[in-house]
């Protein structure tokens, strides 16, 4: 499985300050269970505006292999996105277009998000099929139920894409 972490729920990944969901969260995918991919130049300037823990787990990851990072074909993507027709149903109705093309470049199919607009996009089988987006989310309830565990455990939701690209 690959998954997307939105920058709204970085904060919940960590001890003390996290919540159970988005601790179990971090722990798969520093267990190498769920790999993450990032991307894009926008996700870039936003993680780059994000803490120093933020940053320093993020290059942990990547060199520990959990999260790969994808280039301008994000980037490309995103324009592609953004050129679609308000109100059309392949239009994004967040602001998020630089993570929809992040999972339409990289294949991942699981977003860790608590924002509705987006969940809303990454759910859209005509933005995001073959599989369909999954989506995880705290914003109602916060623990790390057995129904998140398997959704984490689930090996059917990263679609093969084409090999990694650098940054």
């Given at each position: 499985?690959?998954?997307?972490?939105?920058?709204?729920?970085?904060?919940?990944?960590?001890?003390?300050?996290?919540?159970?969901?988005?601790?179990?969260?971090?722990?798969?995918?520093?267990d190498?269970?769920?790999?993450?991919?990032?991307?894009?130049?926008?996700?870039?300037?936003?993680?780059?505006?994000?803490?120093?823990?933020?940053?320093?787990?993020i290059?942990?990851?990547?060199?520990?292999?959990?999260i790969?990072?994808?280039?301008?074909?994000?980037?490309k993507?995103?324009?592609q996105?953004?050129s679609?027709?308000?109100?059309?149903?392949?239009?994004?109705?967040?602001?998020?277009?630089?993570?929809?093309?992040?999972?339409?470049?990289?294949?991942?199919?699981?977003?860790?998000t608590n924002?509705?607009?987006?969940q809303?996009?990454?759910?859209?089988?005509?933005?995001?099929?073959?599989?369909?987006?999954?989506?995880?989310?705290?914003k109602?309830?916060s623990?790390?139920?057995?129904?998140?565990?398997?959704l984490?455990?689930?090996r059917?939701?990263?679609?093969?894409?084409?090999?990694?690209?650098?940054s």
């Amino acid at each position: 499985m690959c998954a997307i972490i939105d920058i709204n729920v970085i904060h919940e990944l960590w001890d003390n300050t996290g919540t159970l969901a988005g601790q179990g969260f971090r722990r798969f995918v520093e267990d190498g269970k769920v790999p993450v991919v990032i991307g894009g130049s926008i996700l870039r300037n936003e993680i780059g505006g994000s803490s120093n823990r933020m940053q320093i787990w993020i290059q942990q990851m990547i060199l520990g292999g959990h999260i790969t990072k994808r280039g301008e074909d994000v980037d490309k993507a995103t324009r592609q996105l953004k050129s679609a027709s308000k109100g059309t149903s392949d239009a994004c109705v967040s602001n998020d277009h630089h993570i929809i093309a992040l999972a339409i470049v990289s294949g991942a199919r699981l977003l860790y998000t608590n924002d509705q607009k987006l969940q809303k996009d990454f759910c859209n089988t005509n933005l995001i099929s073959n599989p369909r987006g999954k989506v995880y989310s705290t914003k109602r309830t916060s623990d790390f139920s057995a129904s998140r565990r398997r959704l984490l455990n689930n090996r059917q939701l990263c679609k093969p894409t084409l090999p990694n690209q650098p940054s």
